[in-house]
Nanobody
Framework: QVRLVESGGGVVQAGGSLSLSCTAS??????????VGWFRQAPGKEREFVGNVPYNGVPTAAVPVRGRFTASRDNAKRTAYLHMTGLKPEDTATYFC?????????????????WGQGTQVTVSS
């Protein structure tokens, strides 16, 4: 069992930056070996993959956010981060973190086992 708590969401102007945190409480799971993924969902839209960071700390990012968003992690703190820069109004969504034991889970949200409750990010124009 992995319990995830996101934080750091808020309202920011277009062009601004925001960093989200995802802190894990694990029972029987080694956080260091988990891949942490980030997804977002806007009202009326499907859940969308944003990026992830596997155990080795090498992040991936989806094309719409590549060059603007970066996933990272601090295993000692059992916390993953999503650093967002150059925010656009279309980035407005609820952002979720999730974990999986798979290293190459990619964008398939069905591959992720545990999810946080989400944190709202609103980008004003």
């Amino acid at each position: 069992q992995v319990r995830l708590v996101e934080s750091g969401g808020g309202v920011v102007q277009a062009g601004g930056s925001l960093s989200l945190s995802c802190t894990a409480s694990t029972s029987g799971n080694n956080f260091n070996g988990l891949t942490v993924g980030w997804f977002r969902q806007a009202p009326g839209k499907e859940r969308e993959f944003v990026g992830n960071v596997p155990y080795n700390g090498v992040p991936t990012a989806a094309v719409p956010v590549r060059g603007r968003f970066t996933a990272s992690r601090d295993n000692a703190k059992r916390t993953a981060y999503l650093h967002m820069t150059g925010l656009k109004p279309e980035d407005t969504a609820t952002y979720f973190c999730a974990t999986t034991r798979l290293v190459f889970a990619g964008s398939d949200f069905n591959a992720y086992d545990f999810w946080g409750q989400g944190t709202q990010v609103t980008v004003s124009s």
